[in-house]
């Protein structure tokens, strides 16, 4: 095994200049108002295993900052493209509180996210995996079986774009959402609160 290209994480934790090169990123986060270099300030943080209540509050702030452009897209009826980074991580970061929310069985607010992000996003694979998560939330299935049962974690890919979003299954997604129809009608009757007047 070749441990040249290995990072010396204990080594990192006292490096002067990637300290400061974290300061800077969260600066230019905050100038930016980047969700983008929140999740890169996220990473470095965990990976040197930094401050709690540091990445409690990184991690607040890519929330409010992509809430608050879900809601601009809502009201200005838009759609965050899946071609763009920085409306990947804003889908990201509402992603990751849905699954939050869902793994603490807060079923309905995790439906709902999944929802909005149905919603917003412009890509057809990406949508149709969240409907299939909003299902499952409906139906009260917990996160676990929901893990073990239905997604298939094999199919994962880290070198896209979208690998942040399980979206490859282990049951065929038209079928699945064929099957439950209801749960779809119901969902999208839920909505019909967002669709253009």
Request: glycine share 2%.
């Amino acid at each position: 095994m070749n441990f040249e290209n290995e990072i010396d994480i204990e080594a990192l934790k006292t490096n002067r200049e990637f300290l400061a090169n974290l300061e800077l990123l969260e600066d230019e986060m905050r100038s930016t108002q980047s969700i983008k270099k929140g999740y890169q300030l996220l990473d470095s943080l965990l990976l040197i295993d930094g401050d709690e209540e540091k990445i409690s509050d990184i991690f607040n702030y890519v929330l409010n900052e992509a809430f608050d452009r879900i809601s601009q897209h809502l009201v200005a009826h838009t759609t965050l493209s899946m071609r763009n980074e920085e409306d990947i991580a804003t889908a990201r970061a509402i992603y990751d509180h849905a699954v939050s929310l869902y793994d603490e069985r807060s079923f309905k607010s995790a439906k709902e996210l999944f929802l909005v992000l149905y919603h917003v996003v412009d890509y057809y694979k990406l949508q149709e995996a969240m409907m299939i998560y909003a299902v499952h939330a409906m139906k009260e299935v917990t996160f676990d079986e929901f893990s073990a049962q239905i997604l298939d974690t094999q199919k994962y890919d880290i070198n896209i774009e979208l690998a942040y979003f399980f979206m490859n299954f282990k049951i065929e997604p038209k079928d699945f959402l064929s099957e439950n129809k209801k749960y779809v009608e119901e969902a999208k009757k839920e909505l019909q609160v967002l669709q253009k007047k």
